[in-house]
């Protein structure tokens, strides 16, 4: 398998500087994986012999580690971050034993440094565990047989899945990532795992949960990875009212919702978390305030609808806790869908801080409810909307799970 793509000049460089310091360096993880389905990487994932402490006295300000037991080193570039980590092994039953957090199967940390083949045996699914070498023409180390996974589209985990699935829970997500992104059929005993072990998803930290959500928002796919989770039975684990959701009557609608939000992420239209839990929430939040309505009905104000908008949107992203500001920004794009259906004050309304991204839900419910022209059009074919995102709000890379 070979890419028709070139790999990013920052990353290339970076490798190339570790390799004349005489450590051996590829690129690594879904980077490999998205190059040969020739699809442009998010970012880049870079795995070397080197210590997080050799790479950063080799790179100086512009490296920082990170972690402290688990330490890796990020490469600022630009306006890239890149993530450099040190070829890793699977801890053995004998050191597990000494780590007072590594009860039962769960591994928190495997930490101690290997070599680049068992480096790729610690990893999730062969189509994960692929090295590429970009200084000489883009060679490809396949330790685990990834290459013809990836050709075939199959998620197959490294090791017995419900051995994995134990030692880290969020490998289930994973798998299903790859299903909801690229297509990929879950290999018989990933899916099997999956089904036996869902309920486990109970034991990662909500934290890491909740970034593992948003990064789903950060993609254009949100719609087949939720519904391929959903499809799978682990939806419940992670989100249990989208998941009654999608087993009721409203599931088309909101499908059909998230898959124009996916839409406007692929041009690039927004990756605010304003906007995209506010579009996860927007079904959910119209029930609860008027429990007869259809999808897209709306509702009328009434005295405390702050805090029931509010209180239904932490609700639904039950169990995660997030943060008052976030529920807050994801409360008035919400609140403001009303006020583009009403015209008046629409100075006014144009003025609010979350005025963009609550335009952006409303274009996003209007094209997937295909609403009348007459509801939108004052609105949509408006030039001064367009372009209005606010300043200072910079994409963040998320982070690494
Ligand atoms: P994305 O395109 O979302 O970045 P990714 O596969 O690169 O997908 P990362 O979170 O960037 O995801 O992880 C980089 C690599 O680290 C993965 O490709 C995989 O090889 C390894 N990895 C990440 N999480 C796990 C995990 N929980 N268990 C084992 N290996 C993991
Ligand atoms: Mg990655």
């Known amino acids: 398998m070979s890419t028709k793509l070139s790999v990013d000049k920052g990353a290339l460089s970076i490798i190339e500087t570790l390799q004349e310091e005489g450590h051996t360096t590829y690129l690594v993880g879904g980077a490999v994986r998205d190059l040969l389905l ?24 512009a490296a920082r580690i990170i972690g402290r037991r688990f330490k890796i080193v990020h490469i600022y570039k630009g306006r890239n ?44 699914f062969t189509a994960n565990a692929l090295f590429m070498d970009p200084v000489n023409n883009n060679e490809i180390l396949d330790y685990c047989g990834g290459q013809e996974d990836i050709k075939n589209g199959v998620v197959r985990s490294l090791g017995a899945p419900s051995i994995r699935f134990e030692e880290d ?49 950060y993609k254009p796919c949100a719609a087949s990875t939720f ?10 684990y992670l989100l249990p009212e989208m998941a009654e959701m999608l087993s009721g009557e ?28 506010a579009t996860l929430c927007y079904r959910f939040v119209e ?7 259809k999808f897209g009905d709306g509702w009328e104000p009434f005295d405390g609808i702050d805090l029931k908008v509010r209180e239904a949107v932490e609700e639904f992203l039950q169990p995660y806790h997030v943060t008052r500001l976030v529920s807050a920004r994801v409360r008035d794009v919400l609140l403001l869908q009303r006020r583009f259906k009403i015209l008046k004050g629409r100075n006014k309304t144009r003025r609010h801080p979350e005025f963009h991204y609550a ?43």
């Open 38 to 61: 020739d699809i442009e990487p998010k970012d880049y994932d870079i795995s070397t012999t080197a210590t997080p402490e050799d790479v950063k006295r080799i790179f100086g300000r």
């Open 81 to 124: 971050i890149y993530e450099i980590s040190t070829f890793r092994r699977m801890p053995t039953e004998e050191e597990r034993k000494g780590r007072f957090d590594d009860e039962g199967l769960m591994v928190w940390r495997d930490n101690e440094w290997g070599t680049p083949e068992e480096d790729a045996f610690r990893r999730d």
């Open 169 to 217: 829970p969020v490998r289930m997500l994973r798998a299903l990532k790859l299903v909801g992104q690229y297509g990929f059929k879950l290999e018989k005993s990933v899916a099997k795992a999956i089904q036996d072990l869902g309920p486990k998803m109970c034991l990662v930290s909500q934290r890491r949960l909740y970034e593992e959500i948003l990064k789903i928002t």
């Open 227 to 236: 519904k391929a989770c959903h499809d799978e039975g682990l939806l419940q």
């Open 250 to 277: 409203d599931a088309p609608a909101f499908l059909e919702l998230i898959r124009t939000r996916d839409e406007k992420v692929k041009v690039g239209s927004s990756l605010s978390r304003a906007y995209s839990l």
């Open 287 to 293: 029930k609860k305030l008027c429990p007869e309505s």
């Open 359 to 401: 335009w952006l839900l409303f274009n996003t419910l209007a094209e997937s409810l295909e609403w009348d022209k007459e509801i939108t059009e004052p609105w949509i074919n408006d030039d001064t909307l367009v372009n209005k995102r606010p300043k200072n709000l910079r994409k963040r890379k998320p982070k690494q799970s």
